[in-house]
C-alpha cells in the first residue's frame, strides 16, 4: 500500500519537524498525516537546528531569511555542551585549515615544535567570531561560506514549521485526541521519555523516534534523520519487516554515534567508556592525530578534534607529509592565521 493515515505525536517542536519534512515528501503518495502536537513549557526557549538546516529548509520551501524572522532566529558556529571538564564549545566549521591534503593539526604541530604557538582550538575562526563581541550578521555568515547553525525560538519555530505541513495537506489536531484508529502508522515523538525501555527505531505500526535534550542540535538533527529515513524506506507502511528492520538497525548505528560524543564529554576517563568505536576513534588520534570516520556519523570532524583535543587526548605523532612545507612558509602562514584571529579579537573589544 501506499496511502493511509500517519499520526504524529509528541512535543510541538518535533512533530513539527517530522511533520513537515514528510508532509513535503509524500505529497502523490496519498497519505494522511495527522499531526498531534503537545504545546511544551517555557516561553522563549531556545532550540538549535546545526548546519544542515540549510538543505532541510530549501527542502520544505523556506528561505533562511524566513525562518530567522518568523522563529526570531540567529547564526551560530558552533554549539556549548556540558561537559565533565565545564562548559565546552564545539566548532562546526574547521580548525585552521587543511593544506595539500593534510589537516591543519599536523602543521600546528611541526609549528609549535619550531616556536610556541597559542592552543590549537585558538587557532579556530569560528570561535573567535562565536564568541566575539561584535557579531556576524546572517549575510555574513553566508558570505562567509563557513558551517553554521541558527539559534531559533523552539515556539515560534514549530508553529512556522507546523504552517508548512498544514499548508502541504497535514491535519492539525489537538495532543488530547486519540490516535486515529485508520492510522496505518504511529510516529511517536516522545516514546523514550515515557518508557526508558522503548528504544527508536519501527516495530509493527510504530516508529519512536529518539530524543535527546542534554545535547544542543542533536534533538533537532534526530528529528529531521527520522523523517528523512522513512521517505528513502517507506514505499510501503504494511509491516513489512525487512524495512522495519532497517530503520532500526539505522536508528540504532545513529544513536552509538551520539553516544560515542556524549562519552567523550561527560566520562570522567573516555578511554574507559567501553564503547568500541569510541576507543578505536581515541587510539588513532593518540597514534597519529587522524580521526576516523564511523557509519552514520552525526558530529563534524571538527567537533570531534575540539572535543578530544579539550579532554587532554595528544597524538603521539603527526603527518609527516606536514614536513613537506618549508619552515620559512609555514610560520609564515601560522603568523597570518594568528593576526586573523587577533583582528577578530581586536573588533570584539572596540564594539
Same mark, same amino acid.
Given at each position: ?5 500517519v ?9 513539527a519537524i517530522?511533520?513537515a519534512?514528510?508532509a513535503?515528501?509524500?505529497p502523490?503518495?496519498?497519505?494522511n498525516l495527522?499531526?498531534?502536537p503537545?504545546?511544551?513549557? %517555557? ?20 528561505s533562511v531569511?524566513?525562518?530567522v !524572522?518568523?522563529?526570531?532566529g540567529?547564526?551560530v558556529?558552533?554549539?556549548l $555542551?556540558?561537559?565533565a571538564i565545564?562548559?565546552?564549545?564545539? =566548532? ?12 591543519f !593539526?599536523? $602543521?600546528?604541530?611541526?609549528?609549535n615544535a ?15 567570531l562565536?564568541?566575539?563581541?561584535k557579531?556576524? =550578521? ?6 562567509? !561560506?563557513m ?9 515560534? $519555530?514549530a508553529q512556522?514549521l507546523?504552517g508548512?505541513?498544514k499548508?502541504?495537506?497535514a491535519?492539525?489536531v489537538?495532543s488530547?485526541h486519540?490516535?486515529?484508529s485508520e492510522?496505518?502508522?504511529t510516529?511517536?515523538?516522545d ?7 522503548q528504544s527508536?527505531?519501527w516495530t509493527?505500526?510504530?516508529i519512536?523516534?529518539?530524543t535527546?535534550d542534554? &545535547?544542543?542540535?542533536?534533538d533537532?538533527?534526530?528529528c ?14 504494511d %509491516? ?7 530503520y532500526?538497525?539505522?536508528?540504532a548505528?545513529? %544513536? ?5 560524543m556524549?562519552a567523550?564529554?561527560? *566520562?570522567?576517563?573516555p ?11 581515541l587510539?588513532?588520534?593518540a ?10 556519523e552525526v558530529? *563534524? ?7 578530544l583535543?579539550a579532554?587532554?587526548i ?7 607529509m606536514?614536513n ?12 597570518? &592565521?594568528?593576526? !586573523?584571529?587577533d583582528?577578530i579579537?581586536? %573588533?570584539?573589544?572596540?564594539?
Open positions: 500500500m501506499t496511502g493511509g493515515v499520526a504524529i505525536a509528541g512535543p510541538a517542536h518535533r512533530v517530522v511533520g519534512i514528510l513535503k515528501g509524500w502523490s503518495l496519498g497519505r495527522v499531526l498531534m503537545q504545546s511544551t513549557a %517555557g516561553a522563549g526557549v531556545k532550540l538549535i537546528a546545526r548546519p544542515d538546516h540549510l538543505r532541510v529548509h530549501a527542502e520544505i520551501g523556506l531569511d524566513r525562518v !524572522q518568523d522563529a526570531a540567529s547564526g558556529l558552533s554549539a $555542551y556540558e561537559s565545564g562548559p565546552l564549545r564545539l =566548532p562546526f566549521a574547521a580548525i585552521g585549515a587543511s593544506r595539500g591534503g593534510v589537516d !593539526q599536523h $602543521y600546528w604541530a611541526r609549528a619550531i616556536r610556541p604557538l597559542r592552543d590549537l582550538p585558538d587557532f579556530s575562526i569560528a570561535l573567535a562565536e564568541t566575539a563581541v557579531k556576524l =550578521p546572517l549575510s555574513g555568515l553566508m558570505k562567509a !561560506q558551517p553554521f547553525g541558527l539559534s531559533l525560538d523552539r515556539d515560534r $519555530y512556522l507546523l508548512v505541513a499548508g502541504s495537506g491535519q492539525i489537538p488530547a486519540s490516535v486515529p492510522a496505518v502508522l510516529i511517536d515523538c516514546g523514550e521519555r515515557r518508557s526508558a525501555k527508536a527505531g509493527g505500526q510504530r519512536t523516534v529518539a535527546r542534554d &545535547l544542543p542540535g542533536i533537532w538533527q534526530l529531521v534523520n527520522a523523517a528523512r529515513r522513512l521517505l528513502s524506506l517507506a514505499s510501503n507502511l %509491516g513489512n519487516d525487512a524495512v522495519q528492520c532497517e532500526s538497525r539505522l536508528s548505528w545513529e %544513536g552509538e554515534r551520539i553516544a560515542d556524549h567523550v564529554l561527560i *566520562s570522567a576517563d578511554h574507559s567508556a567501553g564503547r568500541s568505536a569510541l576507543s578505536r576513534k587510539e588513532l588520534f597514534a597519529c592525530g587522524r580521526i576516523p570516520t564511523e557509519d552514520f558530529f *563534524s570532524h571538527p567537533e570531534w578534534l575540539c572535543a583535543w579532554r587532554g595528544r597524538p603521539r605523532r603527526f603527518d609527516r606536514a613537506v612545507l618549508p619552515e620559512r612558509e609555514l610560520l609564515k602562514w601560522i603568523a597570518a &592565521l594568528e593576526h !586573523q584571529i583582528q579579537a581586536k %573588533g570584539s573589544r572596540a564594539a
